[in-house]
């Protein structure tokens, strides 16, 4: 039986999210055996419910038609109500936009976006390249760390010191210079931009506890390096994307001074220091509002005017690292900030520039997100240009271990849905942060100690690692042709390993070229090429037994994660080796044109 499917635009056109004001075509297919007095389409956003009556289609039985606009950007919601003649009979989706009869079923969802809605071209069809500044590459000076001890670069990382505390003050002095002495390894695997961990001062390696918003750690470099990484990178066709933390900075700050090492008045030192109101203090001054209660990182105000202010105004922090060049910002834990101070920062940085990218931390579906009790506005036109797409990496994940691709088809088409195309195309689709054990782990299906000791010590034997190369080629090749700008975690292109956090932030190993590093040039070099492919519409088809085929404006990935050969419909050449094909091996993928 023919139903509806909000996935397919014979029934709905536009696909997926449309702009305020553009008319929206229903096609609602009504099976035979039942017998309509009406079809009302009724559509909900928030407590406001329209209801519009669908029109039978001349010659066309059991065809029913309807052309709307919405106005106003918001997420929207609608169901179907076929009134037969002994009552309604309600129909939802069954999870996959395919239109089904029953009572409490999910609703299709159909965000609307800005009329002037408009993300940088300059990001899409991109490659970014995240690095965690302390661990990628350092050219040998005589800085040290102002806390801490500085290691040989071959040493492991510190799980906790002596005394039980994890302090993240073990360093290996990855810094700007030595950035820079990398930037043609980076132009090799075809990286267009940089997504730099925070670089300002502070007292941890991870330096998300902010000391000074307008200074860069001594230790990773000084302002005039920092131009020179600017201006070398652009040379190369690479651009700098700094981390923009704007929720909570450190105890050891300028703002909140708990040490004394500011030659300020910090929030902790006094009720009249002008950084009091950024913090929230239960007892003076020892109890105080932290992020997930990290006593390290002490959490802004999230109404603070001032702090806000400090970020977005004249000379602020925003103005300072634009005017160093920068070309775009991500926003650390965006939903712990206010709709209205994200909208202060989309205002700021596109004023200056409106060709600078603003993508937020997110891990769930951002369309629809709700955090505070608040409905978030990310992807309606005036906040974000993109967000982190961990719905993504789970599917990845998750197909390539149970090879289920139904249930990756579903979990990837209804991002895809749901996000305007102006954001999923600066969307970072990811496999890999310094927040996430190493994917190379995660798909080598190795179960980890429960003792952090333990698997610090573990390493993946032949097998294992074997496993996890082969399963991580397949996930790249995803990743690079899913909707977004495809991110890889600096290391995971050669294989680094290492479980959660810190583990999985140990230092760059250059000079150990292997398979898996010469897959990633090769995969790199396809995606400069035909850079304007990766910016077109996606399409994905299940071929059979688990196999898909990813397409991009003629490209086809096609991807086998089942442990048994997949007949292919014809021979195919292979861009990603060269070679021709009939067989699509275990655990392999081609790319076609």
Known sequence: ?????????????????????????????????????????????????????????????????????????????????????????????????????GEW?????????????????????????????????????DRTPRFGHLKSWYEDVTIKDWDGVYRANDFYGGNIKGIISKLDYLKDLSVTAIYLSPIYKAYSNHRYDIGDYMSIDPLFGDEKEFKQLVSESKKRGIYIILDGVFNHTGV??????????????GAYQSPKSKYYDWYTFYEYPDKYACWWGIQVVPSIKRDSISFQ?????????????QDLGIKGWRLDVVDELTSDFVKKIRCKVKGKNSDIAIIGEVWEDASNKISYSEE?????????????NYPFRNAIISY??????????????????????????????????????????????????????????????????KLGRDRVKLASVIQYFLPGVPVIYYGDEIG???FDDPINRRPM???????????????????????????????????????????????????NPTQSPIELASVKNDLLTGNSYEILSPLTAIITI
Not at 108 to 120: E, L, R
Not at 309 to 319: E, K, L, Q
Request: proline share 3%; aromatic share 14%; with cysteine.
């Open 1 to 101: 039986m023919e139903a509806y499917n909000s996935r397919d635009i014979k029934y709905k056109k536009p696909f997926g999210a449309v702009r305020a004001g553009k008319t929206i075509d229903i096609n609602f297919p009504v099976a035979e055996d039942i017998d309509p007095v009406s079809v009302i389409i009724n559509i909900r956003q928030g407590d406001i419910n329209k209801r519009i009556a669908l029109t039978s289609v001349r010659n066309k039985k059991n065809l029913y038609h309807v052309s709307f606009a919405l106005e106003n950007p918001g997420i929207y919601f609608y169901r179907f109500e076929i009134e037969v003649k002994d009552g309604i009979k309600y129909c939802g989706h069954d999870g996959s936009g395919t239109a089904i009869i």
């Open 309 to 321: 202010d400090f970020i977005t105004g004249d000379g602020g922090v925003i103005d300072k690292w």
């Open 509 to 559: 190993s250059f000079g150990n070229e292997n398979e898996l590093s010469a897959h990633y040039k090769r995969l790199g070099n396809i995606r400069k090429e035909y850079r304007a492919a990766f910016k077109d519409f996606f399409s994905m088809e299940l071929i059979d037994d688990g196999c898909i085929a990813l397409k991009r404006d003629g490209l086809i990935a096609y991807i």
């Open 376 to 388: 978030r506005e990310y992807l309606f036109g005036n906040e974000l240009d993109g967000v982190m």
């Open 496 to 498: 680094l390993q290492g």
């Open 105 to 141: 079923l999910p609703e299709w969802q159909i965000t609307v976006y800005s009329k002037d809605y408009k993300t940088p071209q300059w990001l899409k069809g991109g490659l970014i390249y995240h690095i965690f500044p302390d661990r990628f590459a350092r050219v040998e000076d």
């Open 252 to 265: 050891d700050s300028i703002y909140f001074n708990m040490y004394g090492h500011y030659d300020t008045i």
């Open 400 to 465: 390539l271990l149970d090879s289920n691709a139904i249930n990756f088809y579903s979990a990837v088409m209804s991002i895809v849905e749901n996000y305007p195309k102006e954001s999923l195309d600066c969307c970072m689709t990811l496999i890999g942060t310094h927040d996430t054990t190493r994917i190379i782990n995660v798909l080598s299906e190795t179960k980890p100690s429960k003792e952090k000791y333990m698997r610090l010590g573990y390493r993946l034997n032949y097998k294992e690692f």
